[in-house]
């Protein structure tokens, strides 16, 4: 009986310590669980460690495109900047422009002045011999003025020491006044001797003056013009004549 009882309680006491294990393992177990469980959410916290690694990737990016958005507003800053001083500078510019324009004008082309006398100041005369026809000299006055001139008239020349002005070939008359615009130029041929000697009174000049005539026709005005002659000088005698001006040289030395 006693063995029995001995028995029972072992059993019993055994039954408790695996009871006791069971409840240990049960127990170790749920704590393992439990550990794990706050693994899992050390592990989910990990993740939102590394959503605030991505947040501050996010951050980072924000950075970026605050930079960005600065980089973009700063250099939308400067171009609208140097487009709104280009402007204005255009704007100054077209008034600067808008102020030279308002300067007076210049003075009216010389073709629309009035129209002044041919004389010495006003032009430039040359004398030319001619071959054909022979015995003739080509008067040639040049506009060197700023004006157009009228050549009235006919040249009252005055060779050496010669007292008188020749007389002028009537039919040689034109229909219009010569018109000198600046530039231009007028011409008059001068007999200077008989082809066939019938002339007399004949000797060599190596000096002229040429004077213009005004609109009355009525003596000389303005300045007198000095045109060099040849070295050897030309031949002249009392068969001296001129012609009046023409504004085309063909006309002039036809007489």
């Known amino acids: 009986m006693s063995n029995r009882r001995t028995s029972r309680t072992r059993l019993v006491g055994a039954a408790a310590t695996?009871?006791?294990?069971?409840?240990?393992?049960?127990a170790c177990g749920d704590g393992t669980g439990t550990q794990d469980e706050g693994a899992a959410k050390s592990t989910a916290t990990s993740p939102a460690t590394g959503g605030s690694s991505s947040g501050t990737g996010a951050t980072s990016e924000g950075t970026t495109g605050s930079s960005g958005t600065t980089g973009s507003s700063d250099s939308a800053g400067t171009t609208g900047s140097t487009t709104a001083n280009g402007s204005s500078n255009a704007q100054q510019v077209s008034a600067g422009s808008g102020r030279t324009a308002r300067t007076p004008a210049p003075k009216a082309p010389a073709t629309s002045a009035k129209p002044v006398t041919c004389e010495g100041s006003v032009t430039k005369?040359?004398?030319?011999?001619?071959?054909?026809?022979?015995?003739?000299?080509?008067?040639?006055?040049?506009?060197?003025?700023?004006?157009?001139?009228?050549?009235?008239?006919?040249?009252?020349?005055?060779?050496?020491?010669?007292?008188?002005?020749?007389?002028?070939?009537?039919?040689?008359q034109p229909q219009a006044v010569?018109?000198?615009?600046?530039?231009?130029?007028?011409?008059?041929?001068?007999?200077?001797?008989?082809?066939?000697?019938?002339?007399?009174?004949?000797?060599?000049?190596?000096?002229?003056?040429?004077?213009?005539?005004?609109?009355?026709?009525?003596?000389?005005?303005?300045?007198?013009?000095?045109?060099?002659l040849p070295a050897k000088g030309v031949y002249v005698d009392d068969s001296l004549k001129v012609t009046y001006w023409q504004q085309e040289m063909d006309d002039a030395i036809m007489w």
Do not use: W
């Open 18 to 26: 695996v009871v006791l294990a069971a409840l240990s393992l049960t």
């Open 125 to 172: 005369t040359v004398a030319s011999p001619l071959s054909r026809p022979v015995n003739h000299m080509l008067l040639t006055v040049t506009n060197t003025g700023d004006r157009t001139c009228y050549l009235y008239g006919y040249p009252a020349v005055r060779f050496g020491e010669a007292q008188a002005v020749p007389p002028v070939i009537e039919d040689s």
């Open 178 to 228: 010569v018109t000198l615009a600046p530039g231009e130029s007028g011409y008059a041929s001068v007999s200077l001797s008989a082809t066939d000697g019938s002339a007399s009174n004949g000797y060599t000049a190596k000096s002229l003056a040429v004077y213009f005539q005004g609109r009355s026709g009525v003596g000389s005005v303005g300045k007198g013009a000095t045109p060099s």
